[in-house]
Every structure is written in C-alpha cells, then in structure tokens.
Nanobody
C-alpha cells in the first residue's frame, strides 16, 4: 500500500552534518504526520522530530537547535537536517508516516531504517 524509501545515513565525524530523506509512494489519500525516530543499541526507539501536514514541528530536547525537520508535500518527502552531530546521535534512524487511506482510515508505516554513525 505504501512504500517508504530512506536515504542519507552514513559515517560522520563529531561536529559534522548529515541530511536524511524519506520518500513515500503508493496509494493513499494524504499524509497527516511524518517523523523520524531513532534506536541505539540496547535502547528503546525514541522520537527525534515530527512534522504535521500544516508544518508544525516537534523535537526531542536532545536535538533541539541542532536538527531541523522539513517536508515537501508535493513529493511526499520528509527531511531531517542534522548538524553539530555528537557520538550519542549514533543510531538507526527510522522514518514514520501517519496517513489517511482513501477509505479515510488511519494507517501508520515505518521505513527500513538508515544507520547514522558519529565517530572520529
């Protein structure tokens, strides 16, 4: 029904930057919320940032001022600009979309995850 393709992860030195993207495709009425979560080894998955269809954003305290989430509604794509990266940002980052089907049902889907490693 929905396909999510993530890209942009990789290895970066502390203080560096990365940009993640997640493109949604398939058959659905609209995307309500798009967001990024992350999961470090031995830890629970946590919200990094989310953005509504109207552009309202929400960030984890640990990334405020360093990460910026944005979306292109025409392309059904969400981005996460990550600056001033720290070793503790190392995790697998997952895209999440909350959308409406043509039957107006809510549907949630996750991307496959992309590894972000911050290390010197």
């Amino acid at each position: 029904q929905v396909q999510l393709v993530e890209s942009g992860g990789g290895l970066v030195q502390p203080g560096g930057s990365l940009r993640l993207s997640c493109a949604a495709s398939g058959s659905f009425f609209s995307i309500v919320t798009m967001g990024w979560y992350r999961q470090a080894p031995g830890k629970q998955r946590e919200l990094v940032a989310s953005i509504s269809s109207g552009g309202s954003t929400n960030y984890a305290d640990s990334v405020k001022g360093r990460f910026t989430i944005s979306r292109d509604n025409a392309k059904n794509t969400v981005y996460l600009e990550m600056n001033s990266l720290k070793p503790e940002d190392t995790a697998v980052y997952y895209c999440k979309v909350d959308l409406l089907t043509y039957g107006r049902s809510r549907y949630v889907d996750w991307g496959q995850g992309t590894q972000v490693t911050v290390s010197s």
